[in-house]
């Protein structure tokens, strides 16, 4: 205990210089997507073809090919709190001894919900349609139902996670779409279903974000509004993932949507409250839980804010391999964890907005010892 009591109190002093492999845009620093090393090419890049795609034309290329739709719902939904992981492994790089692996160490730690990433369909996505096409889609589907088969039967729910900066960037919305709409077809056609779909869209890591955030995050409420109209008609809940300052104890700025005034955070709970049992995960990112500048206190706004709403408030915290270390729980150990994510629990247990707890990411997190 006392090694944990030691780095915290180096950070207090010391204050790693904050201009190195971060960024910072509110007056707290932020680490870089731990994707970006990860993410497939076409998740970032543009393509033209595709530039005027939008949520009303972007039909999914495959459901022809669909014999029947089971409608039966096999969905696991995880009653109580969240407490959830992400995996970020490509979804044709997962073996079934790797599925195995991951999901009977996330269950021995108690893990409820697993986040796992399907950036790379947009790989098959951008392909000619054609066999070679359809081929890899059947597969892809085939290595996702495997696993939330698996997952299921260990208690386990899993959601489909995609996301990227551009994400919301006008010419750049059709990978949002595509992935949604996979999601909801893969639902429509599988008797193993996916529980729900989540954004990791980052748009405050745009270069442009800098000098237009009003603008950025405009566009960033109007893709999820769309995405909740998108979702109107599927079983998936829906959850977004935004960083800890969207609020107004932050310096972001407050903006206009739909003739309503407010900050991020409020501008989302509007938008979610549309569609039940959705949720907002907050990047919460500190290695304390209680006092300054702590995790507890940096969340306070939005769990706050969320109490006059539906949509619930879920508190993630960080165990990667990343800078500032002050941001994560990497070369601590899993009793250390447990106590402030505790103390997170108990912070907020009288708040109807709490929704649980998340941690990133899924391998990290079992290296803990």
């Not at 969240?82 to 492994?89: A, F, P, S």
């Not at 237009?212 to 998936?236: G, M, N, P, W």
């Not at 960083?243 to 903006?255: H, T, V």
């Not at 912070?347 to 997190?365: D, T």
Request: with cysteine.
């Amino acid at each position: 205990m006392c090694v944990f009591i030691v780095s915290i109190i180096l950070y207090k002093v010391v204050k790693v210089p904050r201009q190195l492999e971060f960024v910072s845009f509110a007056t707290t620093p932020y680490p870089v997507q731990y994707s970006d090393e990860h993410i497939t090419e076409n998740a970032i890049a543009t393509a033209p073809k595709f530039r005027q795609i939008t949520f009303a034309n972007n039909v999914n290329q495959f459901a022809n090919i669909i014999s029947s739709i089971n409608k039966n719902s096999d969905v696991i939904k995880s009653e109580g709190p969240e407490n959830g992981t992400w995996l970020w492994t490509p979804i044709l790089s997962i073996t079934p001894q790797y599925r195995k692996t991951i999901i009977s160490n996330a269950k021995n730690r108690g893990i409820k919900n697993i986040y796992i990433s399907i950036d790379s369909y947009l790989d098959i996505y951008v392909m000619p349609d054609g066999s070679e096409k359809i081929a890899k889609k059947k597969a892809f589907d085939a290595v996702l139902a495997a696993f939330i088969q698996l997952a299921n039967k260990n208690g386990i729910s899993v959601d489909a996670e995609a996301g990227w900066r551009n994400w919301a960037e006008d010419g750049n919305t059709y990978k949002a779409f595509a992935t949604v709409n996979y999601a909801i077809e893969f639902n429509k056609n599988h008797q193993t279903k996916l529980r729900g779909f989540q954004y990791d869209v980052e748009p405050y890591l745009l270069d442009r974000y800098k000098k237009e955030k009003a603008d950025v995050l405009v566009s960033f409420i109007k893709l999820v509004d769309q995405t909740v109209s998108q979702l109107s008609d599927s079983d998936l809940q829906f959850m977004v993932v935004i960083p800890e300052f969207y609020d107004k104890s932050s310096g972001s700025p407050k903006f206009v949507y739909k003739n309503v005034s407010g900050f991020a955070i409020d501008h989302l709970l509007s938008v979610l409250d549309q569609r039940e049992g959705s949720k907002i995960i907050i990047m919460s990112y500190r290695n304390w839980s209680l006092g300054e500048d702590s995790s507890v206190e940096i969340s306070q706004d939005e769990i706050r804010t969320a109490d006059s709403h539906q949509t619930k408030i879920v508190v993630a915290q960080e165990t990667g391999d990343v800078m500032p270390s002050y941001v994560t729980f990497h070369n601590t150990s899993r009793a250390y964890l447990k106590s402030q994510t505790t103390n997170i629990q108990k912070a907020f247990a009288k708040n109807k907005s709490f929704g649980g707890l998340a941690v990133h990411y899924i391998n990290a997190f079992m290296e803990l010892k």
